[in-house]
């Protein structure tokens, strides 16, 4: 394989840009030509692809964001979509792809494959770490520092004013930023998709702490909870909690998508970002590289977005104890 090209799509995260280093420096090694392909799937289809040396990413390592752009491509979508960029890939000789992003980039990756066979061999970059195949995924640990660093912030005016704050983060399906953020910013209780808590024991464990003296609460609420988001979850309770509670409600939104990447995703990004690379010239295809007790593996696109991957139940149960 002599001549690839790398692309990043869906969310950005932080990390991408390291990912995107290692993988042009990898190639640049190894021989290979390397092309970056401008906004994901649409940058495919409309031939958007620019040459990429070492020097392309210097000074990269440590932004946000990706230099490469992201999008989220109706138009790959289509069977006529796909066709026109395989038809740009095959009009620059481009031999083989690496993925960054989550469950809808791979997505689009296998379908592509199945159709075009141009092997393509993913690198897990989404801030929500939903992707089955890895412990972590690029961005996750920046995401969770960015929250928690406002949650903290919360936490003393909440302090301050004897209040109950609702605050939400993103995680899409998944619940693995709210329960890290909860261990972490000491919140008294936290909703997540993969166990369902009802309102009412919410209002329990608030009931519990205001007894005890407790002043002021932190209940983290995960974006795709099942109770609601947050302004509704705080509204229920509202409703039907007996004492008066003096409530407010933040969501944390895109902040927790941009910033300086930690150092952990800066190393996991690299590790994968080559791991990614060098299973592609080895021969791998159709398979997202991810880093499983502390061991480089590589899974089926299939497996990555059609299996779950489960929140630890003692990370669930920790908050409760925690809270008491
Ligand atoms: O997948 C990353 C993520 O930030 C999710 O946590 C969130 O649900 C979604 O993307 C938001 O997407 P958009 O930026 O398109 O609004």
Redesign the pocket.
């Known amino acids: 394989m002599k001549k690839i090209a790398v692309y990043t799509s ?4 932080p990390g991408m840009n390291s990912c995107i280093r290692a993988i042009v420096r990898g190639a640049a090694y190894h021989g290979v030509e390397v092309y970056g392909i401008v906004r994901g799937y649409n940058g495919m289809i409309n031939g958007d692809i620019i040459p990429l040396n070492s020097q392309s990413v210097s000074n990269i390592i440590q932004r946000g964001g990706t230099i490469l752009k992201s999008a ?1 491509s109706k138009e790959f979508l289509t069977t006529e979509g796909r066709k026109k960029a395989y038809n740009q890939l095959q009009a620059k000789g481009i031999e083989g792809l690496v993925a960054i992003g ?3 980039t791979f997505t689009g990756a296998e379908i592509f494959y199945n159709e075009f066979k141009i092997p393509c061999v993913g690198a897990p970059g ?3 770490n ?1 992707l089955y195949g890895t412990d972590y995924t690029i961005g996750y640990d920046t ?1 969770v520092n960015t929250a928690l660093d406002a949650i903290d912030k919360i936490r003393d005016t909440a302090d301050s004013h004897d209040r109950v704050f609702f605050i939400e983060v ?5 619940g693995y ?1 709210a329960i890290q953020c909860a261990i972490a910013g000491g919140a008294e209780a936290v909703m997540i998709p993969e166990n369902l808590t009802p309102v009412s024991e919410v209002m329990e464990t608030l009931q519990k702490g205001f007894s005890k003296a407790k002043s002021s609460s932190i209940v983290i609420v995960a ?2 909870d099942e109770e609601g988001n947050a302004q509704k979850v705080a509204q229920k309770i509202k409703d039907q909690m007996k004492i008066e509670l003096d409530i407010r409600v933040t969501t944390l939104g ?1 902040i ?2 941009g910033g300086v990447p930690t150092a952990a995703d800066r190393i996991l990004a690299s590790r994968l970002g080559l791991g990614a690379l060098e299973g592609l010239l080895r021969g791998e295809k159709n398979v997202m590289a991810g880093v499983v007790n502390n061991q480089l593996v590589y899974t089926p696109f299939h497996d990555t977005i059609t299996k779950k991957k489960p929140v630890s139940e003692d990370l669930i149960r920790m908050v409760e104890i925690l809270s008491t």
């Open positions: 869906g969310g950005d995260a989220r989550g469950n809808g989404t801030i929500d939903d995401a993103m995680g899409r399906d998944s930023i974006e795709g895109h927790q998508r």
